[in-house]
């Protein structure tokens, strides 16, 4: 069993989802994309697009197109 499935999203988030939900905050947008913004490759992105969705944060609208659904940010602010 990974260490994804034994924490909840919010408790392993990584400084890379704060920028790609950044990035899918502009707008909707695809890994290749993403990536290249973040300078990174598009198969860590992608790996990261998967936990985000399995957390419902994003979600995958079709063809490899992510938007943001719940920026858990904001549940983090209000916490404050």
């Known amino acids: 069993m990974s260490v994804y ?3 909840p999203m919010g408790l392993d988030r ?7 939900l ?8 695809v890994p ?3 990536a290249e913004e973040l300078d990174v ?7 990261r ?4 969705e399995a ?4 979600t995958n609208i079709g063809r490899g197109v992510y938007e943001l659904v719940d ?4 549940e983090d602010s209000m916490e404050e």
Not at 41 to 47: D, F, G
């Open 5 to 7: 499935n034994q924490q």
């Open 14 to 20: 990584k400084e890379i989802d704060n920028k790609i």
């Open 22 to 29: 950044d990035v899918l905050g502009e707008g909707r947008n």
């Open 32 to 34: 290749s994309n993403i």
């Open 41 to 47: 490759t598009r198969q860590y992105v992608q790996q």
């Open 49 to 52: 697009l998967q936990l985000l």
């Open 55 to 58: 957390a419902d944060y994003v």
């Open 71 to 74: 920026d858990p940010r904001e």
